[in-house]
């Protein structure tokens, strides 16, 4: 491997890794954000009075966030720094709130970026949200699902990305028949989604309608 193939990869890996410390930070925070505004609504005058105008540099702010991924992933990617974020994790985890949002987000990265806690196995297309309109999504798992008429049911939890922030989206339960397995990666799943179908396979197939069914059951497509 020479040495631009070896700075790619060293990059690529630094990245990813500040990604998922700084990615589900900033989701927590940005929740919990929401809350604290929402209940000090009336303090906002008194703000503005003290603070003064508020000026946005957007390329400084671009910066700023590029640096502290790069940064965030260095450090965590070294022994000290995986035991300092150990320790950091365990402090956010002891916060109501923010630990439940914070761990979900963060499983939820991981299942994008992480190879071996990748937990989307497949890319699928189902119908949503309206009957002939389509949407590309991930299977999650199965669940089963017990109804008031003592009727139980398999359904697939599919997560369906929005553009361009494949983070954030919407799970959904289908019936078995209703997902439609595509013959592409999850990176060209990742890409159709985050560019808005710009970036997409000239040809898209559909795989025979039983084999989703059967990975499943094998546990292919589980957590």
């Known amino acids: 491997m020479n040495?631009?193939?070896e700075f790619k990869k060293t990059f690529k890996t630094r990245f990813i890794s500040g990604i998922l410390v700084i990615v589900p930070l900033f989701v927590a925070i940005a929740v919990l954000k929401f809350v604290v505004l929402t209940i000090d609504e009336f303090l906002k005058p008194y703000l503005v009075t003290i603070l003064g105008k508020e000026y946005t540099f957007p390329l400084i702010g671009f910066l700023v966030t590029f640096c502290l991924i790069i940064l965030a992933g260095v450090l965590t990617t070294g022994v000290f720094g995986k035991k300092l974020l150990g320790f950091w994790e365990q402090l956010l985890l002891k916060i109501p709130l923010f630990s439940t949002v914070y761990s979900a987000s963060k499983q939820l990265l991981e299942g994008f970026a992480v190879p071996e806690k990748r937990t989307f196995?497949?890319?699928?297309?189902?119908?949503?949200?309206?009957?002939?309109?389509?949407?590309i999504g991930f299977v999650v798992n199965r669940i089963k699902v017990h109804f008031p008429n003592d009727s139980t049911k398999e359904l697939i939890s599919v997560f369906i990305p929005t553009t361009p922030t494949p983070f954030a989206g919407v799970a959904i339960l289908f019936p078995a028949a209703d997902v439609k397995e595509l013959n592409i990666s999850i990176e060209d799943g990742l890409k159709f989604v985050v560019s808005g179908s710009l970036s997409s396979p000239r040809e898209m197939t559909i795989r025979e309608s039983e084999s989703i069914i059967r990975q499943i059951e094998h546990g292919s497509a589980e957590i």
């Open 3 to 5: 040495f631009r193939d």
């Open 121 to 135: 196995e497949k890319v699928v297309m189902v119908e949503y949200p309206r009957k002939g309109a389509y949407a």
